[in-house]
Each structure stands twice: as structure tokens, then as C-alpha cells.
């Protein structure tokens, strides 16, 4: 009988209920997509954006010189300066084509003698390909925004080729000093 009381004594003693060993892993993807559109976006955001730019062609002999660069009345020299005034003349300063001009931002200023310029160079050569070619030059005195109201109206204009050049002649020091 011993026997049985140690059975009857297992019966009565509580037995633990197992447990099935689930996780709920349904904060843990949602958190992990989360991670993934996060990193997916500050790449994106980080990536550099930049602007196209159009360079003269010299013809394609670098040793050529200026000589055989492009006609003195296909471009069109921009000076940026201070007070949003823009100086701008077509081809050299000792012998420009017209007068050097001071202009103003916008569709009645820049944007019209930018038009016309170009329309008239692109009808004298006869190639809608080659059109005008404008320096950029923006002084000292001009600030960043100016720069890139510029850039803004190159691309209005739909002008191919241009370029940002930080060297004033002594002639065009002396033009700005005069406006």
C-alpha cells in the first residue's frame, strides 16, 4: 500500500502547463520597415544634386590658343553685381557689338536681351545647334542668390553653353566701378 500512497501522492501535486514558445513579431517589422523607409530617404536626401554645365567648344586642339576659339560675336559676357544690377555685353569689351548695357533680373531685363541674342546668333550662323555663348562673372559685391537667379534664366533661355568665370579684365573692373 506504501506504493499507492506515493502514486496517489504524485496525482495530487500541481503539474506546470507548458507553454507553447511564441513571439509576437509584429512590432519588431513594423519597427524594421521603418528602419528601412528611414535609411531609404536620408540617402536619397543625402545624394548631391548639381546643376548641368555647358562649356565652350574650343574646337578640340587645347594648344590652339584663342585663335580658334569661338567667334567674339557669339559671346555674350554677363558681370554680376551688387543692388541686383546686371552689366552685360556682346563680344570684347575694347570692341563690342553694342554698348555695354546695365540690366535687371526678370523677363523684361536679362531674359529678353538674352532671347533676342541668342535668337539673332543662332539666324546669322544658321545652326540652331550653335547658339550663344555666355560668360558668367559674378563680382565680389554680388551675392549667391543673384548666381543662381543667372543659372535660373540660362535655363529659361534655353541657352546650351555658358560658363562661371571669377577673372574681371581691367576694362571690366572699370565698368563696374563706373555703375
Given at each position: 500500500m506504501s506504493e499507492s500512497n506515493n502514486d496517489f501522492g504524485r496525482l495530487n501535486k500541481p503539474r506546470s502547463k507548458k507553454l507553447n514558445a511564441k513571439v509576437d513579431l509584429t512590432a519588431m517589422i513594423s519597427i524594421s520597415f521603418l528602419l528601412i523607409i528611414f535609411f531609404m530617404v536620408t540617402i536619397e536626401l543625402s545624394k548631391p544634386k548639381s546643376m548641368s554645365l555647358g562649356l565652350p567648344d574650343t574646337g578640340g586642339d587645347i594648344t590652339c590658343g584663342i585663335s580658334c576659339g569661338p567667334r567674339p560675336d557669339r559671346v555674350i559676357t554677363i558681370l554680376?553685381?551688387?543692388?541686383?544690377?546686371?552689366?552685360?555685353?556682346?563680344?570684347?569689351?575694347?570692341?563690342?557689338?553694342?554698348?555695354?548695357?546695365?540690366?535687371?533680373?526678370?523677363?523684361?531685363?536679362?531674359?529678353?536681351?538674352?532671347?533676342?541674342?541668342?535668337?539673332?546668333?543662332?539666324?546669322?550662323?544658321?545652326?540652331?545647334?550653335?547658339?550663344?555663348?555666355?560668360?558668367?562673372?559674378?563680382?565680389?559685391?554680388?551675392?549667391?542668390?543673384?548666381?543662381?537667379?543667372?543659372?535660373?534664366?540660362?535655363?529659361?533661355?534655353?541657352?546650351?553653353?555658358?560658363?562661371?568665370?571669377?577673372?574681371f579684365t581691367p576694362g571690366e573692373n572699370d565698368l563696374l566701378a563706373m555703375n
Open positions: 554680376l553685381d551688387d543692388n541686383n544690377k546686371i552689366i552685360t555685353y556682346q563680344g570684347l569689351l575694347e570692341e563690342p557689338d553694342d554698348k555695354p548695357k546695365t540690366l535687371s533680373y526678370g523677363k523684361e531685363g536679362i531674359r529678353k536681351e538674352l532671347l533676342t541674342k541668342n535668337k539673332m546668333i543662332t539666324e546669322q550662323l544658321g545652326d540652331r545647334d550653335r547658339g550663344a555663348i555666355v560668360i558668367i562673372k559674378p563680382s565680389k559685391n554680388s551675392n549667391f542668390g543673384n548666381l543662381v537667379s543667372i543659372l535660373d534664366e540660362m535655363a529659361i533661355t534655353n541657352i546650351q553653353t555658358y560658363n562661371i568665370v571669377n577673372y
